[in-house]
Every structure is written in structure tokens, then in C-alpha cells.
């Protein structure tokens, strides 16, 4: 599963048109941005207008946009508010957290999450002054029954180096970056990696 994240700025018309040109190689797009509630309908309209599928398109914890662009998946921050029970309440979502520690990843599986994105695995520019995930904290959540995914610092380089288990990789700069070539070639990569 490859998750790719908006990088945290207001999003405009050029970046649909990026997502849209690297399509094939994310099977979800968690878009993570401070624009308002309004703004962010607009954004995700026009990007499905403009042929990104719904089911490729996940809000960051905002219930309200969720339901007004009748989303199919949500991901939240980790121990945000509104996942307590959502999952009951909306049993057709695919729910996601975001989760750094084995505790966080505990609790996503109680609140039936989907899927957790767990980071950061290594050293990674959004977060420089914060040590990656240890050996023993990446073992202790690959041996849980939820699918989690690599976060943080994962490229063409770092690839190779990532422990074996994970059910997939998030990215910002990986996505937001890359050119088609650079992402078919790190999906070949990938198909090693499993």
C-alpha cells in the first residue's frame, strides 16, 4: 500500500494536476493542509472534477468534510478526538491513525482503525530534531494484527535499509518530489522489499 501526504500548505490547481500525473503509483492521497473546511471542499472537489477518484482521497480529522464530500476513508492524528468510536458510527470508512509508539497502535486497533501510519523510520526533514523510531519500537508494532505502514524519511536510498514486515510506505517529499520514473523505479524496489 503506498499512502501519499500533501505536504501542509494551502493546495492549488498545480498540485491536482500533480497528483493526477502520478496517479498510478499511490493508492490513497491522506490530504493534510491548514485550509479551512470550505476551502478544503473546493480543493477536493475539483480534483475529483478533474478525474482523481474519491476512493483515492483522504481527509486529515476533519469529520465535517468527510461527510460533506460523502469520503470514503478519514485519517486522523494520533489520539484525535473524533476517532473514539467513529468507526461505529461510520462502519463503511476506511479509518486510519498516525501513530509513534506501541501504546498509539494499541488504540488504533480498539478503535477498529483500518490501517496506522507509524513513524518517523528514519531521519526525515519534517521532523529534524526528533530521533526515528527505534529497532525495538518498529519489532514491537510489526508483531501486531493491524496493517502498519513505514513513515518518514523513505526514498530509493533508505528503502533497503527498512526493516522487513511493514505493509507499506507513506510519504511526503517521496510523493510530492517525484517524478513518474523515480516512482516507478522505487515501486520495482518495492516489489524486492515484499
Not at 18 to 23: D, F
Not at 58 to 68: G, M
Not at 167 to 181: E, H, T, V, W
Amino acid at each position: 500500500m503506498f499512502v501519499a501526504i500533501t505536504p501542509y500548505k494551502i493546495l492549488n490547481q498545480l498540485d491536482i494536476e500533480h497528483y493526477k500525473s502520478i496517479l498510478e503509483y499511490y493508492d490513497c492521497l491522506i490530504i493534510r493542509t491548514p485550509m479551512t473546511t470550505a476551502q478544503l471542499i473546493d480543493w477536493i472537489t475539483t480534483a475529483i472534477e478533474h478525474g482523481i477518484s474519491k476512493d483515492k482521497l483522504t481527509v486529515h480529522s476533519n469529520v465535517d468534510v468527510f461527510i460533506a464530500c460523502t469520503m470514503t476513508s478519514i485519517h486522523f492524528s494520533e489520539y484525535h478526538s473524533a476517532l473514539k468510536n467513529f468507526k461505529t458510527q461510520h462502519p463503511q470508512a476506511i479509518v486510519s491513525m498516525s501513530t509513534h509508539s506501541e501504546e498509539s497502535v494499541i488504540y488504533a486497533e480498539q478503535q477498529q482503525c483500518d490501517y496506522v501510519l507509524f513513524g518517523h523510520v528514519f531521519p526525515t526533514s519534517s521532523k529534524p530534531h526528533q530521533e526515528p523510531r527505534s529497532q525495538r519500537e518498529i519489532t514491537q508494532v510489526l508483531n501486531k494484527e493491524i496493517k502498519v505502514i513505514a513513515l518518514g524519511g523513505i526514498n530509493l536510498c533508505t528503502l533497503a535499509q527498512l526493516p522487513r514486515g511493514f505493509a507499506g510506505i507513506a510519504g511526503i517529499s517521496l510523493f510530492y518530489n517525484s517524478d513518474n520514473q523515480t516512482l516507478r523505479k522505487f515501486i520495482e524496489e518495492w516489489s524486492n522489499y515484499v
